[in-house]
């Protein structure tokens, strides 16, 4: 069972997104669909109404970090 995860776990969050979307640039998503992704990974427990512009800045940071190391 994955671990619960919550908008303020934006490093694990950006690994998951990585590992799941592997062929995604980061940079490329549009919030809307980064909200998607996000409260569709397995895990996440977090309120899907307590998301902001900041929070999907600092996930689609960690991702895009996750997505440089893996080229």
């Known amino acids: 069972m994955a671990r619960e995860i919550d908008w303020t776990d934006a490093e694990e969050i950006g690994i998951l997104l990585q590992e799941k979307y ?39 940071s960690a991702w895009n970090e996750e997505y440089e190391d893996a080229k």
């Open 22 to 60: 592997p062929e995604i640039e980061p940079y490329s998503v549009r919030f809307t669909d980064l909200h998607k992704y996000v409260t569709g990974l397995p895990g996440f427990v977090g309120d899907p109404a307590k998301s902001n512009e900041g929070i999907l800045e600092a996930i689609q």
